[in-house]
């Protein structure tokens, strides 16, 4: 018996690990060490987990330590997305399909999407210690919560819009030969939305680095709360002061994104290219050095062909399984049962939930309304101003890199990994910077905002320059127009539409950044400046209920008001009158 | 070749469908239709835009329910999907992260084949139509030709009584268009093996004719069934035969008599009251459309035949018919019997420089009632009248037509009439 195990699987796994070694396949060896590497984390983060409740962890400053925070924080974003994705997949797929769902759900999705989330991290935490107050597990959670609310949102209305406009043809291939919804949605509904959902994908992700430092140490009440992490570690070297730490914890971010940006985005953008539903047009085709190893690599071969091995044996479903599968693909009456009492729960939750806000908001006065809704100017002016000087510099250089082949070729991929380094990692050493050179923190608060906005503005922009037609260009060579009127008569329109949804993005960042920005504590002083952002900091430390509720509606409601009122409409003005594509 | 009578597989019984209109009015796309598909035949359905050929195949299929009537499958009555049909898309509809293989297999798996089946099937319906050495390509890597051969594998993998296509040829070059339909031909001509039936909706009469044993002639808004013609030629079959002539001329004649008839379209001033609301639903064609017509007539002598137009401008028969009727509208062309000649306004036209051009069209505008529906309106606005509005009074006017392709060609021959001014972003007519 052992003889026969040892022989076939022992021999057979015995092969397979030293395959590699064998044929010095280095790809292969790289698969295997990834494994290893896999497993061993696992362990560690049980470990961590499951320990008693510290609240705050002893931070090591030296350079060995950071692996392991960086490992701890890599783990809490992938949690995070693992959850987020699954979010995606059942709400979206729910507002996709039940017409019920998608006039309570779509709204709230886009509303979700578009507010400074930063805001709603608190009251999301005191909840979350509320429900774990024993183990790490609480606060580990609560800090994927963190996280995972800068990620769903995005992820699932992308999800949800591309459900809605799966062209007309392949929805009528797919019920005219019977599939059901379950191979409707593996074989069309997923592959088609995967483009949006990569692009949205990454940029969750680069947004989860953004909100690392707030998730992983928050002040609430009189309590500090530390969790083990990149975002921990650089806390803690700015509030000791050491410049050295810092550096290593920026070069560490550094690295973690050039590494997924190669590793992870590039290969999944080249993969994700064949899902691409566009006739006709131009297909680049999407080659990537790590996915063109992958497909060199003999072990996922291997696991590739044992996969297939079990699908040929796969035995076709007995008659009656499948009367049952089609009984329920027609609105079903369990399936609609489950929908309709999962509605009737959302609405519950949803009324409750503004009923305890209109009773927070009712203990908060009129002067302190007053207050915030000036701390709201403040803020918003900040942002307006911090998206104006952005703008600033980054149109003429957008339109120089995206109309320059060579420079965008060379560029593109530096402005992108620009764009995904949190900027909130060095808020706070840069505020300490300049508060040292004497510049106010009201000043420094608009700087920093450009520093975390200008990229969005930048890529969007190069973006829009590259999709210039050339004939267009060159009708303005061949009229002889000047630098000026070209730019006046052609640049400037072109881009517009992308400008308009760098401008949207921007001002969503901006809002966020207010949050981290307006007011920073150290060990030896605290600065803070007059704003929204300020406000609901302030709030948070204090601990009081009303106030933070107000200060996050508030601004909430200043974002919300704002799109509707002035980008929707350039939006619509950027589509009918400026879309190159008409 | 009259083939004996036998039941049939497939029948439209009394079959309407209508779909709910734009601004809440009703859409009537099919009325009344009686058809049915027989074993070992080919059904061509031909007929111009809006006859609802396609949504004729949909309702064959199962897609869709009809409003009133039924679809009986072996004299049983469908309800969901046709288990006899499989089709084959004018835009190909092939999964495009598939490969050829995988869009073949695919619809086989959905059927819950064992997989060592679903491979089997597949590989003979790529072997089929060719394919083979083609099964790891991705569509956008193949021509319209070859993605259509993957369209047809995928339709004959699932072995089906009826082979439904919709327009399968109208996106592919005519070369390999021929080639493609050769190769239908011989696969149906099997007759131990399915497809016993091909439904098939044509863009041209030469096409029908090479390929049917009836061709089915539907008639434009609401769609009806004109007639059905017999073609009781041997195949294969020569289009230069004086038997198949006689056939097209005859089909020809159908057609127009069909889309054209010979009484008076516009009918001058609307005497009862009755007639107050009645407007002329415009036929959608572009001023510049109508104006290349007036040319070439004016090239071929001021007289020409429907069909001649639409082989010699190498312009779709369809488009041809419709810029014709709006032609006729104003009364710059007549048609009678099957051919298109100037009128003498239409001929006072052609040679007059563009403002006086511009002076007729305005006046022949004013002729049609819905024009000077709209002046009134502008009037009664004070000069500025609301898209919205007119688009409502589209709506009412004209239940049966879309009130926003309405609009578009009335602001098109408008603006050409220099009648009134379109604001598109304010979305407001203004007075010149």
Known sequence: MIHRFLDTVWGQAMNLLTAPIRHRRWIDLLVLAALVGTLAALWLVGKEWTAVQRPTVEIALSAWALPKYLLLSLIRAIAAYVVSLAFTLVVAYWAAKDPRAERVLVPILDILQSVPLLAFLPPVLLLMLTLFPRSNIGLELSAILLIVTCQAWNMAFSFYQSLKTLPKELEETSSLYGFTWVQKLRWVEIPFATPGLVWNSMVSVANSWFFLMSAEAFHAGNKNFQLPGLGSYMNTAVEQGSTRAQIYAIVTMLVLVILLDQLVWRPVVAWSQRF???????????????????????????????????????????????????????????????????????????????????????EVSGPKWLV?????????????????????????????????????????????????????????????????????????????????????LLFNIIAGAQAIPADLREASTAYRMSLWKRCWNLYFPAVFPFLVT????ATGGAWNASIITEIVTTKQHTLRTFGLGAEVVLATEQGSMPHLAASALLMAALVVLFNRLVWVPLYRLAETRYALNR | MQLPYTSPICELRGVQMRFPGPRGGVQRVLEDIR??????????????????????????????????????HHGEKLD???????????????????TVEENVRVVLRARDLPEGEVRERAHQAIRKVGLEGFEEAFPRELSRGTKQRVGVARALAVDPEILVMDEPFSQVDALTAEALRAEIMDIWADKERNPSAIVMVSQSIREALLMADRVAVLSGSPGTLRTIVEVPMAR?????????MKLVDHLHDIFTSAELPDVQVTAPIPSAAAQEDQVEPLPMAQSGDILGLLEFLETQGGTSDLFQVASHTHVAFEKVLTTVKAAEMLDLVDTPKRAVLLTPLGKRFVNANMDDRKDLWRAQLLELRLFRVVQEM???????????????????????????????????????????????????????
């Open chain 2, 236 to 244: 294969p079959r020569d289009s230069r035969s004086p038997e198949f």
């Open chain 2, 378 to 432: 502008m009037h009664l606005e004070e000069g500025e009248l609301s898209e919205e509005t007119l688009l409502q009074e589209l709506a009412t006017r004209l239940p049966m037509e879309d009130p926003e392709k309405t609009f578009e060609t009335l602001v098109a021959w408008g603006r050409f009439g220099e009648l009134f001014a379109y604001r598109e972003e304010r979305g407001v007519l203004t007075p010149e």
């Open chain 1, 372 to 456: 915030l809704l000036k701390a709201g100017g403040a803020s918003l002016s900040r942002v307006l101003l911090s998206t104006f000087l952005a703008t600033l510099w980054t149109l003429p250089v957008g339109l120089w890199i995206g109309m320059s082949p060579k420079w965008s070729r060379r560029l593109q991929s530096v402005v992108q990994v620009a764009a995904s380094f949190p900027s909130s990692l060095i808020f706070a050493s840069l505020i300490l910077v300049f508060s040292s050179l004497g510049i106010g923190l009201g000043v420094s608060c608009v700087l920093l905002m450009v520093l975390s906005t200008q990229w969005y």
């Open chain 1, 502 to 505: 760098g401008w949207v993005t």
């Open chain 2, 80 to 98: 969901g999907l046709n288990p006899g049909v499989a089709m084959v898309f004018q835009s190909f509809a092939l999964y495009p992260w598939m």
């Open chain 2, 35 to 72: 058809l049915e598909v027989r074993p070992d035949e080919i059904l061509c359905l031909i007929g111009p835009n809006g006859s609802g050929k396609s949504t004729l195949l949909r309702l064959l299929a199962g897609l869709m329910p009809p409003t009133q009537g039924e679809v009986r």
């Open chain 1, 276 to 362: 691409q539903v566009d006739e006709g047009g131009e297909v680049d085709p999407g080659e990537n050095w790590l996915l063109l190893l992958f497909r060199r690599s003999r072990l996922l071969k291997w696991l590739e062909k044992r996969r297939n091995q079990r699908l040929h044996q796969r035995t076709p479903r007995p008659a009656f399984i499948r009367k049952a599968h089609e009984e329920f693909q027609r609105p079903g009456r369990l399936g609609s049962w489950v929908a309709s009492s999962a509605m009737v729960g959302i609405l519950a939750l949803l009324s409750l939930g503004a009923f305890s806000v209109v009773r927070l908001l009712a």
